[in-house]
Structure formats: structure tokens, C-alpha cells
């Protein structure tokens, strides 16, 4: 298989694929060694105040109506919302690894792409038995994805697999999500449930090979598209990065009525009012810089991004804290 337009180039992406391998050889975490499940300090207390949502990070937790709730409201809701993003993570981790094992069956003998998928697999697998294990030990019976992408799951990871530009847009339309998420909450410095806390390590530093795979993997692959393909991804890029936030983020109306959420709160939450438009917009700084590069982002485009309230300005760095107005 030809991985890109030259060969320096394919070179290049075949040794960067190499240091992604052995990071993961050299530089992994497995759910039952790396997390003491039974230490009295990761012990999950149901009634821990440290379940409240933050004001600047979360949608929910933004709104008046939230933050006006009396404390062992706002932890219930709290507790129950990151169980259930667990719940939803682990369920996306499955999407990937069908869609990837697909991928990565097809490829060629000698494939450095081969060896690297399944060393993010192996790591997923471990993703979902953390996430499930965090739900299991909370205790609230979470149903996690929406009714609609839970019955369309497993087509939509078969699918992938053989659209492979498109699930590697799609597998950063549900990562970037978390991650930013993940990477806020621990920079910011609030209290965070001891063993949440620990979970949003270990992710982070393996997804962050990940991240850079799915990046890498797209600036190789969409050199070699002819126009007509790159213009059909370009109109893609922005539709499945608002699509997996939602569903990775906007909770079921089942969750509005748990909890006696008014409509208006729900809608300004997810995402009518400007706090939670500049959340939803802060998730994609880095894909707006990368969609950028590709030359995804054109005159026909660009309107798609601010449609779908995820127009913004771009990071220096994957990464970057959102320091700056967007």
C-alpha cells in the first residue's frame, strides 16, 4: 500500500507509526495493575461533593438553574453525568475497534499501519474495561449512548472500515471531545473524585498516540485523494464532529426527565445560550487547525463550521489550553 504522494513521505509516516508502537510497548497502562480499585483513597463515595459538574466546563454546569440546585442535587446529577460519559466512552471505544479491526485486516503484509492499529485496539480494550469498571463501582444504572446511535452502532464500525478516511474523521469527532474535556477539568485545578481522576490520566496519555495516529493517518491518506473525494471529506470533517459531540456530550431527554430539567435549561445547555456555545466550540481548536491544513476549511465550508457552532479560531499546539478568545 502507498501511503502518500512521495516516498520521504511515506517514510516519514512509516517512522512515526514505529515511535507511536513503541510508546505503546514501552508506555502502557492495564486497568487492574495501574488503578488500586480497592485503596480507601480512590473509594467512590456516592454523596462526594466533588461530583458537582463544573460552571466552566460543563454545559449542565453552567446554568443558573444548576448552580441554584441544593448540594445533594447538583451531586446526584453530577455523579450520574460522568457515569454516564464513561458509559457513552466505552460504548464509542467499541465503534472504533470494529471499524479499525475492519480497517486493518485488509492491509497488506509489511503494512506499518498494521502494527499500530493493533496496539490501539489492545489500549481501547482497556479503555472500556476501566470506563466500565468506574460505572459498575458508582453504582447508578446508566444507560449511556442515545436509543438511535446505540442501534445504529455496530454498522456505523463496520461501515468504517471501509470507508477508512471517514472513520478517521469520525474517531477524532468522538476523542477530541473527551480529551479536552479531560485535559480542562485536570488543569483547572478542581477537586475531581479521586478515582475519576486517575481514569482521565491514564486516557489521556494514551489517547494522546492516538490522537496523533488519526492525525497523521489523514494528512497521509487525503495527500493522495483526487478533488472530488477531498471536497466530500471537507463537507464531512465539520458534519461529524457536531454529530459524535452531541452524541458523546448531550445526554438523552430520558436524562431531562430523571432529573426534572426544564426544556429551556436543557436547550440553552446543549447549545443555545454563549457558554455553551463556546464550550461546544472550544472541543474542536485543534481539528480547526487540522481540517485547515488538510484544506478542508474553503469558501464552501467555512459557512458549514459556523452552521454547525463550531466556528473559531485555531491552536498554536495540539493541545493548547483555551487561553484566548476564539
Known amino acids: 500500500m502507498t501511503f502518500s504522494k512521495t516516498t520521504t513521505q511515506a517514510s516519514e509516516y512509516a517512522d512515526t507509526l514505529l515511535t507511536l508502537s513503541e510508546g505503546s510497548v514501552h508506555r502502557r497502562f492495564d486497568p487492574y495493575l495501574d488503578i488500586d480499585w480497592d485503596a480507601p483513597e ?6 462526594d461533593p466533588r461530583w458537582v459538574l463544573s460552571p466552566e466546563l460543563d454545559p449542565l454546569g453552567a446554568t443558573s438553574w444548576y448552580q441554584n440546585l441544593p448540594l445533594e442535587q447538583r451531586v ?18 467499541s465503534i472504533l475497534i ?3 479491526m475492519q480497517y486493518a485486516m485488509a492491509l497488506p503484509n509489511g503494512s506499518p499501519e498494521f502494527r499500530y492499529c493493533l496496539h490501539e485496539m489492545t489500549e481501547e480494550c482497556n479503555h472500556i474495561q476501566m470506563f466500565q469498571e468506574l460505572v459498575n463501582r458508582i453504582g447508578d444504572d446508566v444507560p449511556g449512548m442515545r436509543p438511535l446511535f446505540r442501534l445504529a452502532s455496530p454498522f456505523i464500525g463496520v461501515a468504517g472500515g471501509y470507508f477508512w478516511v471517514i472513520l478517521f474523521i469520525g474517531i477524532l469527532g468522538g476523542e477530541e471531545p473527551i480529551d479536552h474535556y479531560q485535559k480542562a477539568l485536570l488543569r483547572s485545578g478542581s477537586a475531581t473524585q479521586p478515582t475519576l481522576r486517575r481514569i482521565m490520566e491514564i486516557h489521556i496519555a494514551e489517547e494522546a498516540r492516538h490522537i496523533s495516529f488519526a492525525n497523521e493517518f489523514l494528512r497521509a491518506h487525503v495527500a493522495r485523494m ?5 471536497a466530500a471529506c471537507a463537507v464531512a470533517f465539520p458534519i461529524a ?13 430520558s436524562f431531562a426527565r430523571k432529573f426534572d430539567i426544564p426544556d429551556a435549561v436543557f436547550k440553552d445547555a446543549f447549545w443555545r445560550s454563549p457558554a455553551s456555545r463556546q464550550i461546544l466550540s472550544g472541543f474542536f481548536g485543534d481539528m480547526r487547525t487540522l481540517a485547515d491544513e488538510l484544506g478542508f ?17 485555531y491552536t498554536r499546539y495540539r493541545g493548547e489550553p483555551q487561553r484566548r478568545a476564539s
Do not use: C, H, Y
Open 226 to 230: 483526487n478533488p472530488v473525494s477531498t
Open 98 to 100: 470494529r471499524g479499525m
Open 297 to 313: 476549511l474553503n469558501p464552501v465550508t467555512r459557512p458549514l463550521w459556523k452552521l454547525l457552532k463550531i466556528d473559531g479560531g
Open 241 to 253: 464532529m457536531r454529530w459524535l459531540a452531541d452524541e458523546l456530550v448531550k445526554p438523552s431527554k
Open 76 to 93: 446526584e446529577i453530577g455523579r450520574w453525568r460522568q457515569a454516564n460519559a464513561a458509559k457513552v466512552g466505552l460504548a464509542f471505544e
Open 42 to 47: 480512590l473509594a467512590i463515595d456516592r454523596d
